[in-house]
């Protein structure tokens, strides 16, 4: 069976589409590197291109049996200061490759959704059930494209899983792939640039939060724990209708216990310092997966430091 990874030159598709080829599956890595690195898709075919090019894509969709898209500009940040590129990419973008899908014979398709989509939530951990009321343009984006899958699915008969992921972290067990971005704005890998002197020190957005020590709250998951669930999420879509679940571990940690569990895993102190608040972070935002765990027969099984062990060992690679 042939999966097209759309975004797959990207941190977190790369990581699947390694676990799909150990399962057995063919893998097609389709992206334009606007934020991926041909060195993640090596070893795969790789079909450089927008995923709104209905001629590059199109003949590749032909080749597949069901789509992955990882493929999205995914910061919020930037989402805030230019919304444009957030609708145009991850909604106008994404609903024509809906379209040049139904137009394929591929009828199984797994989307990589947030918790950002549930801005901030009244409830903690956060079911499905929460309401879903994201408070910036990025979350808005990722929860127009679920609703446009749910419409699709409805008409048209597509298949999907929307997976809403919590804090992806960590790198594949081989050392050979990892967590990319540029610029970095995850928190793990920002504490190791800070351990390489690659900046001055960590920035710590506010310790004046309602958690047990003043700051945020976050779910970390593994991306291969990410992955294998993707590869259930296809199986389950053979029988199975569409879906939207959370995946994340039920577990929260503040920013305080991770550089403590780094600082205790790599040997190093990290130079910190507290700053203020940014606009728009939750205290806390944990996941209850406990659907995917029902549905999927799947659960979290790495550790936070597991994460921190082999997202050492890839940052100490690159450097
Ligand atoms: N990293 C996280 O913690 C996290 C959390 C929740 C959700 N997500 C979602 O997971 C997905 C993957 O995130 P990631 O961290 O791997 O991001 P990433 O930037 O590493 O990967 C995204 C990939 O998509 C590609 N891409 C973007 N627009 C494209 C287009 N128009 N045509 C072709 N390729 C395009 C990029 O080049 C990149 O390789 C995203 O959809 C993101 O919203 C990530």
């Not at 209708?241 to 205790?264: C, D, F, Q, R």
Request: hydrophobic letters at 40%.
């Amino acid at each position: 069976m042939a999966v097209l990874v759309v975004g797959g030159a990207g941190y977190i598709g790369s990581h699947t589409a390694h676990v799909l080829r150990r399962r057995g599956y063919d893998v097609i890595i389709y992206d334009n590197l606007c934020t991926g690195f041909r060195d993640l898709a090596e070893g795969f075919e790789l079909v450089v291109g927008d995923f709104a090019d209905k001629t590059k894509i199109a003949p590749v969709l032909r080749r597949c049996d069901a789509v992955m898209f990882f493929a999205a500009h995914a910061s919020v940040a930037e989402s805030v200061e230019n919304p444009k590129k957030y609708y145009h990419n991850n909604v106008t973008s994404a609903v024509s490759l809906l379209d040049y899908v139904m137009e394929s014979r591929v009828r199984r398709f797994i989307f990589s959704s947030t918790a950002a989509v549930y801005g901030n939530a009244t409830q903690s951990p956060i079911p499905e059930t929460c309401p879903k009321q994201p408070v910036n343009p990025y979350g808005a984006t990722k929860l127009a494209f679920e609703n446009a899958l749910e419409a699709y699915s409805t008409a048209y008969g597509l298949k999907y899983v929307s997976f809403r992921y919590f804090n992806a972290a960590g790198a594949d067990d081989s050392g050979t792939i990892g967590e990319m971005h540029d610029p970095e704005s995850h928190l793990i890998p920002i504490i190791f640039q800070a351990i390489q002197g690659k900046r001055a020190a960590l920035s710590v957005y506010g310790d004046d939060y309602p958690t047990p020590d003043g700051t945020c709250v976050r779910d970390y998951i593994h991306v291969t724990d990410l992955a294998d669930a993707h590869v259930l999420g296809l199986e389950y879509l053979t029988k199975s209708p569409s879906i939207a679940m959370n995946l994340g571990t039920g577990k929260g940690y503040s920013v305080k216990e991770v550089i403590e569990a780094v600082e205790h895993v790599t040997g190093h102190t990290v130079p910190t310092q507290i700053g203020p608040r940014r606009p728009g972070d939750p205290a806390e935002l944990v996941a209850d997966p406990s659907l995917a765990e029902r549905t999927l027969k799947w659960k979290a099984q790495r550790s936070l430091d597991n994460i921190i062990e082999t997202a050492w060992k890839w940052a100490q690679k690159r450097h």
